[in-house]
């Protein structure tokens, strides 16, 4: 078979590869933004890809041209044996490199204060807070304003601005939604915040993208983003209805207890101010 055909093969079946593995991915996650944040970073994404794609077409075009100029029975082109540099060749490998990095810091700058973790969602609906405490391997959601918490299943309306106060009861997790856009850390001892927002109501996979021991793989939940307010707080009487409470330090450290592959469960009355308190107690600093 001849060279160029056989490139020709490898190339497509280097693409057909590449399509597979670039799509699967496509059905749900970061490429299925469900909010306008998470809409937002997927632009970023894809422009920066397509930048790149700039830089690796030439490559792969020039690797080729270079292959077939230069081959050993090719005897047309011209023989120069001293030649050493080229001005074009030098302005060509330089300038579209230094242009986009250019072109991605000036869009990394703008990206990085836009989309802010710590920036308010601006909405005519008003936000509401949810706590999060990641535990050793599952993740406890309090609402402080609803005075219920929850078990791996976090709730709210559709185009209701979230305000997330994240911290760790003990080692860094990392907390990512990725239909709706933005994971950030949980850490010890400090509090972190993210402002959310789903455009589409669903349900949506919650996980942890920080490796944090042996049942981190089953540390996930689910993200319920109901219609309506209606049906929110519909939700919220069904949680009011459990008989478990996390009313003292005493049931939160019971909660808080080494378990892996744990189950949805509701608590319709949290002590105040658990999560400051919670905070502080592994800083040392005690209320």
């Known amino acids: 078979m001849h060279f160029t055909q056989r490139l020709t093969h490898f190339l497509n079946f280097f693409l057909i590869i590449s ?3 670039l799509f699967s991915g496509c059905n749900g996650g970061v490429l299925c933004p469900k909010g306008s944040i998470a809409l937002e970073q997927r632009s970023l994404i894809f422009i920066s ?3 790149m794609i700039c ?5 792969f075009f020039m690797t080729i041209l270079f292959l077939v100029k230069y081959r050993e029975n090719n ?3 011209d023989y120069r044996p001293n030649w050493s540099h080229s001005s074009f060749i030098e302005l060509l490998s330089w300038s579209f490199p230094v242009l986009i990095i250019f072109f991605l810091s000036v ?21 509401l807070k949810v706590n ?5 391997w599952k993740w406890l959601f309090i609402y402080p304003d609803k005075n219920i918490a929850t078990i791996n299943e976090l709730v709210f309306p559709v185009n209701t601005p979230i305000i997330f106060e994240l911290t760790s009861n003990s080692v860094m997790n990392s907390f990512f939604i990725p239909s709706l856009g933005s994971q950030i850390y949980t850490m010890a001892g400090m509090k972190t915040q993210l402002n959310l927002i789903s455009n589409q109501p669903g349900i949506y996979k919650g996980i942890s993208s920080n490796y944090s021991g042996q049942g981190f793989s089953n540390m996930k939940f689910k993200t ?7 049906l929110f707080q519909k939700w919220i009487e069904r949680v009011k209805k459990s008989s478990f409470k996390l009313s003292s330090i005493s049931d939160f450290k019971k ?3 080494v378990s892996e592959n744990n189950a949805v469960k509701y608590y319709s009355g949290v002590k105040k101010h658990l999560f400051d308190i919670v905070v502080k107690e592994v800083t040392g600093i005690k209320k």
């Open 19 to 21: 399509f597979i593995f």
């Open 49 to 51: 890809f397509l930048l």
């Open 55 to 59: 830089i690796i077409i030439p490559v």
């Open 75 to 77: 005897t047309s082109s």
């Open 107 to 127: 869009l990394s700058w703008n990206s990085s204060h836009t989309l802010d973790p710590n920036k308010h969602i601006i909405s005519d609906v008003k936000p």
């Open 132 to 136: 999060v405490i990641s535990l050793d």
């Open 224 to 230: 319920i983003v109901v219609s309506n307010y209606l």
């Open 255 to 257: 909660v808080a207890n």
